[in-house]
């Protein structure tokens, strides 16, 4: 998201959840774009583990297609509220912070409504947590690589692979759906691993 401004008038862009689609999302029907002024100097933040979290990057994943669908149907994860804004995993940099552990201008990984700012807080459970990326401006590393490779899609792939498939050199490994976030690690995982790795796409 395109602002870079951390004091001051700013323009805070938000994407909405429109409504439910048919088959697969349409960017016009499905999601709105929603602008506002926002004075960063007034915000104000809770005074328990508040934050003011300027936002980098977004990521797109495959789950949330399973999000957005009729709140009654049971699921593993809950459904988008239509009229509200998207949720999920952003790269965003602190502007300010009421949390002891986490400090304005820190890089961190979090699960937020997107928006260009957002404030949210810190709370020790999954996806309401605020994780600082440590040495993020210094490690050389594409801050977006922490919402792929370093997040959620590598992670499942490094430890399903590891932890619940324990595979041996020599072995061979078929990974269905090798082109997608997870099934591209998994296999390049394996092959250093010395596996030999089959797999399928489309």
Do not use: C
Not at 67 to 90: H, L, N, T, W
Request: charged share 15%.
């Amino acid at each position: 998201m395109s602002n870079t401004k951390n004091t001051g008038i700013v323009e805070n862009i938000t994407i909405i959840y429109k409504k439910i689609p048919q088959g697969a999302p349409k960017a016009d029907e499905t999601f709105a774009i929603q602008k506002e002024t926002l004075d960063l100097d007034a915000v104000e933040i809770p005074a328990e583990n508040g934050v003011l979290l300027r936002t980098l990057y977004i990521t797109i994943d495959p789950y949330m297609r399973n999000r957005m669908q009729d709140p009654k149907i049971p699921s593993y994860i809950s459904a988008f509220e239509s009229g509200s804004p998207m949720v999920g995993g952003v790269i965003a940099e602190v502007l300010r912070s009421n949390v002891p552990t986490i400090s304005p201008g820190d890089i961190v990984q979090a699960n937020t409504p997107w928006k260009s700012y957002v404030v949210t807080q810190h709370k020790d459970s999954f996806h309401e947590d605020i994780t600082v990326i440590k040495n993020a401006r210094t490690a050389g590393i594409p801050l977006p690589y922490y919402l792929g490779v370093l997040g959620m899609s590598g992670l499942t792939a490094y430890s399903g692979l590891l932890d619940i498939g324990k595979p041996k050199s020599g072995e061979t490994l078929y990974v269905s759906s090798a082109a997608g976030a997870v099934g591209q690690v998994v296999g390049q995982i394996g092959k250093i691993l010395g596996l030999y790795v089959v797999g399928s796409a489309g």
